[in-house]
């Protein structure tokens, strides 16, 4: 676990750099054109800088999270450049294209105007709340894990099943009641909030306990591993996969935990745009631990067979040899 633990968070924090960041200059007419370019020459591989003719565009595009900021050229007649960020969407993803962007408008002779079009909520002011609320439901969800798959293993699967959906819905409570009335971090659709929450959790009970039926004392190890090390790290929760090496970056696109931070953001920030996608992401996660759990309550009733067999095979040797021992006391 340590060793994983160092690999998995320091592998993915300690050295965030921009990877393909993508970013728009605002502004018409080939000065505009020339200025991206140059900005793209500078950045290298590090910055996806697009054009854009109106800053409502911009806008629009900083809401639909298709770009992480917009630089705003001045009009030449006193109007300084502006930077427009969605900080709701990643402060740390923010707070990198300003300091990308601050210095190009100091070499410009021009303060930075900086405009943020989705700030998070007053009570969440970096936006990383929703991690932390993250890291509460995943120990919730897999401490559960080990009591439903250890204490719970003589229960039949179907009863372990429908606990499985209990004590989700119990821990999304929990998580909801963390975001709403408990440290606001979610001021609206707090039952929106509680459906993320059960079916991040409900996916993690799933794979969990049916993973318990093979993996036995190992399962907290297995656990940690795809909802600790792997999970958290690739969340987007700290940063963003722009910021991050490919491997965390790849993960990020179907991992569980990036499904409840990305569409919680979406569900609170961003008008609901692109929450189906990551509701999906979650409900794919449950989908694989409901067929995990179908394919150990097979294992176990086989077993279970098996074991029947060998008692029987057992009584019946046993019944021989008393019958074949009477047969010689007789003679």
Not at 234 to 254: D, I, M, T, Y
């Amino acid at each position: 676990m340590c060793v994983g633990m160092g690999l998995a968070y320091l592998g993915a924090f300690a050295s965030p750099e921009p990877h393909h960041l993508p970013v728009a200059v605002v502004g018409s007419g080939p000065e505009a054109k020339v200025f991206a370019q140059t900005v793209k020459d500078k950045a290298g591989d590090a910055l996806d800088v697009r054009t854009l003719d109106a800053r409502a565009a911009a806008v629009d595009q900083l809401r639909t999270r298709s770009i992480d900021g917009a630089y705003v050229l001045g009009d030449g007649r006193g109007a300084a450049p502006e930077l427009i960020v969605a900080s709701a969407g990643s402060d740390t993803t923010a707070s990198a294209v300003e300091k990308i962007f601050t210095p190009v408008a100091a070499r410009q002779g021009e303060p930075l105007k900086v405009t943020d079009v989705a700030p998070p909520v007053p009570d969440d002011p970096t936006g990383q709340g929703l991690f932390f609320l993250l890291v509460a439901l995943s120990i919730g969800s897999y401490a559960s894990v080990a009591v439903l798959g250890g204490a719970g293993a003589a229960l039949r699967m179907r009863t372990r099943a429908l606990l499985v959906v209990a004590v989700s819905g119990a821990v999304g409570l929990l998580g909801a009641a963390f975001a709403g009335p408990v440290f606001h971090l979610a001021h609206s659709n707090l039952w929106g909030v509680w459906g993320m929450a059960w079916l991040y959790s409900v996916g993690i009970l799933l794979v969990g306990v049916g993973l318990h039926t093979f993996l036995k004392r190992w399962t907290t190890l297995a656990v940690m591993v795809l909802f600790v090390m792997l999970n958290f790290t690739s969340s987007g929760g700290v940063f963003r996969p722009e910021l991050q090496n490919g491997f965390f970056g790849s993960l990020h696109a179907f991992w569980n935990g990036a499904g409840f931070v990305e569409g919680t953001r979406s569900l609170l920030y961003f008008d609901h745009y692109g929450l189906g996608r990551w509701v999906w992401t979650l409900v794919a996660w449950a989908a694989v631990g409901a067929v995990l759990l179908g394919v150990a309550a097979t294992a176990e009733r086989r077993r279970a067979g098996e074991r029947i067999e060998q008692t029987e095979a057992e009584a019946e040797e046993e019944e021989e040899t008393e019958e074949e021992m009477e047969e010689a006391v007789g003679v």
